[in-house]
């Protein structure tokens, strides 16, 4: 059984960084899908970015391109999301998610997963 919880939220002025953890339990290693979701206040839930265990290709929402980086490292079972350039438009509630042979056009919908951690606060705001 795979568990996250994901850690590193916080309040951060525009234009600053910050890195999300997720401490995955149990085995990813093969043809799973780890991702990043987001949820502002009063809207749906949104795919940010998601890793392939097997291969590692990385795929990005368009509004993140460029200034976040999904990673992760097998060693320690974390996945991150390294956020740079935030915008207020970023604040939401992330979440990690996880789930086998999703498919590369599938990613971002939030429908496609099974296991979710319970969610980090992240501000942006002057």
């Known amino acids: 059984q795979i568990q996250l919880m994901e850690s590193g939220g916080g309040s951060m002025q525009p234009g600053g960084s910050l890195r999300l953890s997720c401490e995955v339990t149990?085995?990813?290693?093969?043809?799973?899908?780890l991702a990043w979701f987001r949820q502002p206040v009063d809207k749906e839930r949104e795919g940010v970015a998601a890793?392939?265990?097997?291969?590692?290709?990385?795929h990005y929402a368009d509004s993140v391109k460029g200034r976040f980086a999904i990673s992760r490292d097998t060693a320690k079972n974390t996945l991150y999301l390294q956020m740079n350039y935030l915008k207020p438009e970023d604040t939401a509630v992330y979440y990690c998610?996880?789930?086998?042979?999703?498919?590369?056009?599938?990613?971002?919908?939030?429908?496609?997963?099974?296991?979710w951690g319970q969610g980090t606060q992240v501000t942006v705001s002057s």
């Open positions: 998610a996880a789930e086998r042979d999703v498919g590369s056009g599938r990613w971002v919908q939030p429908k496609n997963y099974d296991t």
């Open positions: 149990g085995n990813t290693r093969s043809g799973y899908f």
């Open positions: 890793i392939h265990t097997s291969g590692g290709q990385t």
